[in-house]
């Protein structure tokens, strides 16, 4: 008599994990989102590992939580995942001020943004 399951979001090959409130802008976000799209999850690790974007640390956690999501909740391989889809979206933005000369006043916009990351599992062709 109760409710129905809710459907997955997701394929049955396929886990996801989201970061919300990042502290940067979603357009700085998206480069290092745009590095690791399509690479397999260990190279993309590899990359985010040794890149020199300052978000690049939180990327890297938002990754490996789509992997333990894909391991741990779906019993997908490890070794056979693909960073299929890593998207980015604007959260709020914080405005701030700064008195200037003639009486006016500078904004200051501090934007945050969140990030999805899907990983799909790929049978690997003999």
């Known amino acids: 008599m109760g409710k129905d ?9 396929e886990a996801m994990a989201k970061t919300r409130m990042l502290r ?12 690791i799209r399509g690479k397999k999850v260990d190279k993309a690790l590899t990359d985010l ?10 990327v890297k ?11 741990n909740n ?7 995942l693909v960073v299929a889809e890593a998207w980015v979206g604007k959260n709020l933005v914080m405005k701030r001020g700064r008195p200037r000369a003639r009486g006016r006043f500078g904004k200051i916009m501090k934007p945050f943004s969140e990030l999805t990351i899907k990983v799909r599992q790929i049978e690997e062709q003999a």
Do not use: W
């Not at 399951?5 to 090959?13: H, L, Q, S």
């Not at 956690?61 to 391991?71: M, V």
């Open 5 to 13: 399951k809710n459907p997955r979001r997701v394929a049955d090959n």
């Open 49 to 58: 590992t040794f890149s020199k974007k300052r978000i690049a640390e939180d």
């Open 61 to 71: 956690k938002c990754l490996q939580s789509a992997i333990a999501n894909a391991e």
């Open 24 to 35: 940067t802008s979603p357009q700085k976000l998206n480069l290092v989102a745009a590095m």
């Open 74 to 80: 779906h019993g997908l391989d490890v070794d056979e």
